[in-house]
């Protein structure tokens, strides 16, 4: 029987960044296939739900190595094979967190490049990755509006109640701070403008300024209809979803403090007990119920503060939500007061697979983005600690 081959072409069109970020936001379950003629063997990277799960190389090297190595393979075919894939994650970290790695260590030249002598202008860099969205669904855009390049959208601090979605191109955002502005993250076609937080709340306050990069179209987002749909959740999936949108909230604000060299993670954490250890293998969910928690990675030789939970934030695991934190890439402190509530993740995810495409896909969005500042927080971090250690 013939290979189901539903994409395939060629790497100088489309690189295995681009692969991964348009594969994963379709949710693709198979088997990507690259193959170089300076090799004779294939990479294989296996998805599941949009997640690489495992990738193999022929020279006898697996998991997240060989998919790390394959960002290198810069000439050649891909093609995408719709099959059958074991659910077992081997690699566990987030997509995003994947590829920003990968385009990291291939900048820093500790990926070796197959096939190429020099950069290619058109290969994709760790710090101008544009974090795109799913396939933009039209069905709940009621209008549409276009931006000139340098025009701002979004001013932080401002009031605003809409949502748009990023029909084409791309769009940086920023935070405001004494030093002047500081960009955190580009992002591009099919990502969302706006927090979940501003169709739910009337006076919702911008947490970022968004300004145009060249040409760029919108597609506002129908609030009442997304207002509706929210209120048929549960209660527990609606908690998730608030506490994703605080955290990614709470995590630009981290940056800003790494930017501005005011990090007080000592401070955060003292008095607190360690509840989830960076590296664990739970599959626990709970609602904090009272008291607060905060979430610490550690990266090489030093700990990094992300983000404080509060009472209705959401601790641990959740498995259609790869957002690269607790419990295999963070460790959870909490308060000695802490109080939580388990819930049952195959409840809510029941609930959120009956939520309507666009709803869906904010969702997904968002859980990238945490993903993507957290990694912008640890490359930051690491530059940061490069600036102390000359001086």
């Known amino acids: 029987m ?29 088997i990507l296939r690259i193959k170089t003629k300076h090799l004779p063997y294939p990479g294989l ?37 719709d099959t059958n894939v074991s659910a077992t994650n081997f690699i566990k970290k987030s997509r995003m967190e994947i590829i920003l790695e990968g385009l990291r260590l291939l900048d820093d030249g500790h990926t070796k490049r197959i096939g190429q002598t020099s950069i290619p ?36 601090g401002k009031y605003g109640n809409w949502m748009w979605v990023i029909m084409s191109g791309i769009v940086d955002v920023f935070k405001e701070t004494p030093e002047g502005s500081f960009k955190i993250i580009s992002i591009g076609e099919g990502a ?60 630009d604000e981290s940056i800003v403090d790494i930017y501005l060299k005011r990090e007080k993670k000592e401070e955060l954490i003292k008095g607190k007990k360690l509840f989830i250890k960076q590296g664990e293998d739970k599959k626990d969910l709970f609602i904090i119920t009272n008291g607060e928690a905060s979430v610490v990675c550690q990266t090489n030789s030093e700990e990094l503060y992300i983000s404080n939970l509060f009472e209705r934030d959401f601790i641990g695991y959740i ?3 790869n957002i690269g934190h607790e419990p295999y890439n963070a460790s959870v402190y ?9 819930i049952d993740v195959n409840v809510i995810y029941k609930d959120y697979e009956r939520l309507s495409l666009t709803f869906k896909n904010m969702i997904k969005h968002l859980s990238a ?23």
């Not at 994963?24 to 379950?29: F, H, I, N, R, V």
């Not at 296996?46 to 394959?70: E, Q, R």
């Open 369 to 391: 983005s945490i993903s993507t500042t957290t990694m912008i927080a640890y490359s930051l971090r690491a530059e940061t600690s490069k600036t102390k250690g000359k001086k």
């Open 121 to 156: 202008k058109n290969i994709p860099s760790f710090k101008e990755n544009v974090l795109k969205g799913p396939l933009v669904d039209y069905m709940y855009i009621v209008d549409e509006e276009d931006f000139h390049d340098n025009q701002k959208i979004v001013s932080e």
């Open 45 to 81: 990277v296996h998805l599941y739900n949009g997640n690489p799960v495992n990738a193999s190389t022929g020279d006898a090297m697996g998991g997240i190595d060989a998919l790390f190595s394959l960002f290198g393979w810069t000439e050649g075919q891909f093609e995408f094979i």
């Open 334 to 342: 909490t308060s000695e007061n802490i109080k939580i509530k388990p």
């Open 2 to 30: 013939s290979e189901n081959i539903l994409l395939s072409g060629n790497l100088s069109f489309l690189k295995l960044a681009d692969l991964l970020q348009l594969l994963g936001s379709g949710g693709s379950t198979g």
């Open 192 to 251: 969302f403008i706006g927090s979940i937080a501003a169709f739910l709340m009337k006076g919702a306050v911008r947490n970022a300024s968004i300004i145009a990069r060249g040409e760029v179209q919108l597609g506002v987002l129908d609030s009442q209809r997304l207002s509706v749909e929210f209120a048929t959740m549960s209660d527990d999936l609606k908690d998730v979803i608030i506490s994703l949108d605080k955290r990614l909230r709470r995590i």
């Open 319 to 321: 498995p259609f939500l």
